[in-house]
């Protein structure tokens, strides 16, 4: 029987961590990068009872630093800031697995965004991965107390938000064809039958490519904006469908003017409430278009 490495055991437990990680940063980036620099201390580590428990509580630690660092980044960066979207192609993809949770749709990283880093460590770790609230407060440095003070304060926060479920995919894909066919043929009256009256658009350019600066909120104002840009550059010859964070969304190259970018939706009651423009090329490093 051969035997089982080190190395086998982290490999076990990868997709898992990268998950973790995602779900704390927001950033696909980070979760590698914190997943990867994980493996040496494990390799080192002697006695290890528990591997999964003990790689969530290193990734968690690492990610917290990232996070903070990420604030103060926050802090100058120009216009939204967006997650970094999490492509896959199907349930066969190694991913899959990572944005079957309806926490990890766009939508619902938005709304951890808005979160302290130890309130969106403390309620992504107890709430969506069941970590007791000693082993959360270990990795937070602080009293069991506040751990749970934490948790119960992002709770509430997420409630209030209150992001919509993800819709069939049946459902995201009539409402997405609809839409992108009325989009090409410049249908007002059809773009906005399929905005949700409180429908939202987000751009994130990082003050590098073009997007929206700031949101645009009402379904009349999303609409003009999108076929504001379609007057201005054309529809885009090639776009292609893809799963943004569990979602149906769209991969779109470079043309003309206008930069290569992922675009996630939010389809709610069979229209669309949310629009994600992802275009700083910093956040699509690991898109392939």
């Avoid at 990610?63 to 980044?73: I, M, N, T, W």
């Avoid at 009256?189 to 003050?207: K, R, T």
């Amino acid at each position: 029987m051969p035997t089982v490495t080190t190395a086998d055991v982290f490999g076990l437990h990868r997709t898992h961590l990268i998950g973790v990680a995602y779900r704390l940063t927001g950033s696909f980036a980070d979760a590698e990068d914190a997943v990867q620099e994980a493996w040496p201390r494990f390799a080192k580590a002697e006695g290890v009872q528990d591997p999964r428990g003990w790689l969530t509580t290193v990734v968690s630690r690492i990610c917290l630093d990232r996070l903070r660092s990420a604030a103060v980044r926050r802090e100058t960066y120009v216009g939204s800031w967006l997650p970094e979207p999490l492509l896959t192609t199907g349930e066969d993809d190694p991913l899959a697995s990572v944005v079957q949770s309806d926490g990890v749709r766009m939508a619902a990283l938005v709304v951890l965004d808005r979160l302290t880093p130890h309130q969106r460590v403390a309620f992504v770790l107890h709430d969506a991965f069941s970590l007791p609230f000693n082993e959360i407060a270990d990795v937070l440095q602080v009293s069991e107390a506040a751990a749970r003070k934490h948790a119960s304060r992002a709770r509430k926060a997420v409630a209030d938000a209150d992001p919509p479920p993800r819709a069939a995919l049946a459902e995201q894909q009539e409402v997405l064809e609809k839409f992108l066919r009325a989009m090409a043929n410049g249908d007002i009256d059809g773009v906005l039958e399929l905005l949700h009256p409180d429908a939202v658009m987000i751009g994130d350019g990082g003050g590098k490519v073009r997007t929206a600066v700031n949101t645009v909120s009402g379904a009349d104002k999303v609409a003009r904006f999108f076929l504001g840009l379609m007057r201005k550059y054309g529809y885009p010859e090639e776009h292609r469908p893809m799963f943004v964070n569990g979602e149906l969304g769209v991969l779109m190259p470079a043309y003309g003017e206008v930069t290569a970018r992922v675009t996630a939706f939010t389809v709610h009651e069979g229209k669309v409430k949310a629009v994600y423009d992802i275009a700083n090329p910093d956040k699509l490093t690991h898109v392939a278009f």
